[in-house]
């Protein structure tokens, strides 16, 4: 079931240096959250602190809260791994396992969790494929290389993974940005599937497919140079693109800075 994240007071380190600063957000369950902003202030670090793939970086380490529903993901007692099966996560590249099957491919998350009956696997593969729009094409052939796949194909391969193990949140950094438009429009009716079951975050540098596929839009920008990225305003998608409340968000989305 999907539920809220609250955000409160992040900053995100990586060593000493301060990648971002103060940000507190409320995150809605069942609906998709656009982060936008100028290349490098902070967007997919942010995006990382959700779901904990930010620590994956030596040295890198977060102060201030992130919380699931009732539960701190960054709590003493908090098992990280199960963090990301919880918030899941696709890239911005399509990234399945190279030598694995279509079907091993999604059924590699499920198979960490332990053994499963090979008639229940292969019911949650069909599932998932079918949750990302592929099952249909790639039925006949389940048992060819994932890698086999088209760009757009891959990246829909990899959200079925995503959502093969039911997390509650879909985090997205960039998912369309290797993609051509027919993919990528693939992918954003697909996002507007899957806000009825999970929540979901995707960085994006594309106004367009923000304003297509958000309910909010958090704009994101340095507080100046050499300084950590912050939150400059978060609202409706439609009051971002039509009436911001900060110059700077204006500026942006109107294409006069970044």
Not at 17 to 37: F, N, Q, W
Not at 148 to 159: A, D, E, K, N, T
Not at 233 to 247: A, Q
Request: hydrophobic fraction near 40%.
């Amino acid at each position: 079931m999907a539920q809220q994240i609250e955000v409160s007071d992040l900053t995100a380190y990586y060593g000493s240096h301060k990648a971002v600063e103060g940000i507190t957000m409320t995150i809605e369950p069942r609906t998709v959250t656009a982060l936008i902003g100028p290349s490098g202030c902070g967007k997919s670090t942010f995006l990382r602190t959700l779901n904990r793939m930010h620590e994956v970086v030596p040295g890198a380490r977060v102060e201030g809260k992130v919380r699931l529903g009732d539960e701190d993901i960054y709590a003493p007692d908090a098992d990280p791994v199960s963090v990301r099966r919880t918030i899941g996560m696709v890239f911005q590249r399509p990234n399945p396992f190279p030598t694995m099957s279509i079907f091993d491919n999604v059924a590699a998350g499920l198979r960490l969790n332990g053994r499963i009956p090979r008639s229940e696997l292969e019911g949650i593969v069909e599932e998932s494929l079918k949750g990302a729009n592929l099952w249909h094409e790639v039925k006949d052939r389940l048992h060819k290389p994932g890698a086999s796949l088209s760009g757009g194909q891959q990246q829909r391969l990899c959200i079925a993974r995503a959502i093969a193990v039911r997390p509650q949140v879909l985090l997205m950094d960039e998912p369309c940005s290797a993609l051509d438009p027919i993919s990528t429009l693939a992918i954003e009716d697909l996002i507007g599937e899957l806000k009825r079951e999970y929540t979901i975050v995707i960085v994006t540098h594309n106004m367009q497919q923000a304003a297509r596929v958000s309910d909010k839009t958090a704009f994101f920008n340095l507080a100046g140079p050499g300084r950590p990225g912050r939150l400059i305003e978060m609202d409706d998608t439609r009051k971002i693109f039509t009436n911001p409340s900060v110059k700077a968000t204006e500026d942006y989305i109107t294409g006069r800075f970044g």
